[in-house]
Every structure is written in structure tokens, then in C-alpha cells.
């Protein structure tokens, strides 16, 4: 088995990320961008498989998570999907990357920053996204009360003990495993609840003409969602596959496919990955580190 290695790396705004890598030579980089109350170390079983295909996986801390700064209130103002988006794109600016294609990968909020950062790009391989968080009808504001209800759900989490938490969680979802439930609680303690208070957590730009204007110019979109508690809703995919993406149903499975269905999603990662990315020989890959 190839070994995997992670370090951290903090950018000029103070935002933390994991950088994993294999023995692999390397095939690509992705920017794997957690959800809403997550974190990179939240993701990092997910990031490590990637990392075993031979991708560089950079997994930031979004801002108001993990060890990243936290939003100021001008921050919040500015609406803090944006200012994800600037700080991820400050992030990638200072990184010394392979001489090989980006990816861009994202589960819920961090869904709609991975596409954003994607268009911003210009030049992204393709996009792999887990049940994006993306409200329709289509607006970048979140409504006040579904911003109420989950400030309250957080800090309800939030006044539990870790152990506590993660015992909650394992009962509200039974397939997910004690490590996992574990890393969500962690995580939760850590997310800036100013945040979740304020609610815009999507980039302004409208998803719609992102996801077209993405596949339009040669970047394949592929988005994963399931059956159960799900953001995606059927009038969601219809407009998704009119956008020209690709979209998967893992029966089943809820908003957190990856603690629901790991094998299945890793699979759909694992084909994109395959699909999107060109065969190089492993000599050509070397040379690339």
C-alpha cells in the first residue's frame, strides 16, 4: 500500500489547509472544500483515497472553521460565500502546485465554492460535486428562519460535550461509523456560529449559469446526491442536466453521502477521476512532481 503523508500550510489570510499526497506519481491537484460545519480534518479519509490515486488534495479549513481565521463582522456583511471564494483563490495563488490539471471538489456549501472557484479558475479539469447546497428557487440570500433554525441546532451541538455530540449524532445516523460521528462533532465545536447565524453561505453568482457556463467551456460537471434529506431535489437534477452535468443518485443515501455510502461515493470519485483526467505513462507523471 502506497504510503500517504499530510502537512498543513496557512495562507497570508490565515487560512489553514491540509495538503495530502501519496507515493503516487502525481496525475493532478484537487481543492476538496468540506461543508458547512466541517472541516479538512473532517474530510480527510475522503481526501486520503484521492490521494492514493495519485491526486494532491488540498483541503482547506473554510474561514469560521477548523484552525482558519474566523469572519470579522465587515466579513459577514460582504456575505460569506464571496469571501470564501476570495480566500480559497488567495490560498491556491500561494501554493507551489504540480505542473499537472486541477480538479475542484465540494460537498454541500462547499459545493457551490468549488464550482465558484472553478469558473474563477478558468482552466479546472472538472468539477465533482457531493448534494451541493443550492437553494431554488435560485437566490444567494438564505431566508431568516432557516438561518434561526440552524444557529439554534448549533448551538444546541455546540453546548454538548464532544463525546456527547458524536453519541447524538450516532443515534441520528445509524450508518455512519463512531470515527466519522466522532470528526462531526469536533468539527461542529469548531464553526464560528456568527455564521451559521448569518446564512449566506452560497457565492452570489446564480448556480444555474455557473454549472452551463462551466460545461460550455469543456469543464465536465459531475454532482452526487441520494434519496434521503437531500439538498439536491428533482427540480434541482432537471435543471443540472439541462446545464449539461452529470448527475448521480446513490439510493439511499442523505445529505452526507460520503458517512452514508462511502464506497459508492469513492467509486463515482474514482470514475470521475478516471474520466476526466488524461492517461499519462509514469514517466510523464514523474517528471511532473
Not at 259 to 278: I, M
Amino acid at each position: 500500500m502506497n504510503s500517504v503523508s499530510t502537512h498543513s500550510v496557512v495562507s497570508g489570510q490565515g487560512i489553514r489547509a491540509m495538503v495530502t499526497t501519496s507515493e503516487e506519481p502525481v496525475r493532478a491537484s484537487v481543492l476538496m472544500v468540506h461543508g458547512l460545519g466541517e472541516s479538512a480534518s473532517s474530510i480527510a479519509a475522503f481526501a486520503r483515497a484521492w490521494a492514493g490515486w495519485g491526486i494532491l488534495v488540498v483541503a482547506p479549513d473554510l474561514r469560521g472553521h477548523g484552525r482558519s481565521a474566523r469572519f470579522s463582522e465587515p466579513e459577514l456583511l460582504a456575505h460569506p460565500g464571496d469571501v470564501w471564494v476570495r480566500d480559497v483563490l488567495d490560498l491556491l495563488g500561494g501554493l507551489d502546485l504540480p505542473d499537472a490539471p486541477i480538479l475542484c471538489a465540494g460537498h454541500s456549501a462547499g459545493g457551490g465554492v468549488a464550482a465558484a472557484v472553478a469558473a474563477a479558475l478558468g482552466y479546472a479539469r472538472g468539477v465533482f460535486l457531493v448534494d451541493p447546497f443550492w437553494r431554488f428557487p435560485v437566490t444567494p440570500y438564505q431566508k431568516p428562519s432557516t438561518a434561526r433554525s440552524a444557529a439554534e441546532q448549533f448551538r444546541a451541538e455546540q453546548a454538548l460535550s464532544i463525546d456527547a455530540l458524536a453519541a447524538r449524532l450516532s443515534e441520528q445516523w445509524p450508518r455512519w461509523s463512531p470515527s466519522e460521528c466522532l470528526a462531526r462533532a469536533r468539527s461542529v465545536h469548531e464553526t464560528q456560529l456568527e455564521l451559521v447565524a448569518d446564512g449566506h453561505v452560497i457565492p452570489r453568482e446564480p448556480w444555474p449559469g455557473l454549472v452551463h457556463d462551466l460545461v460550455a467551456a469543456g469543464t465536465p460537471v459531475d454532482v452526487v446526491t441520494g434519496t434521503v434529506r437531500c439538498g439536491i431535489k428533482p427540480m434541482h437534477r432537471t435543471i443540472l442536466k439541462e446545464a449539461g452535468a452529470q448527475v448521480h443518485i446513490v439510493e439511499g443515501a442523505g445529505h452526507f453521502i460520503r458517512r452514508d455510502a462511502p464506497d459508492a461515493l469513492l467509486d463515482l470519485a474514482r470514475a470521475f477521476v478516471d474520466r476526466v483526467l488524461p492517461s499519462v505513462s509514469t514517466e510523464e507523471a514523474s517528471a511532473r512532481q
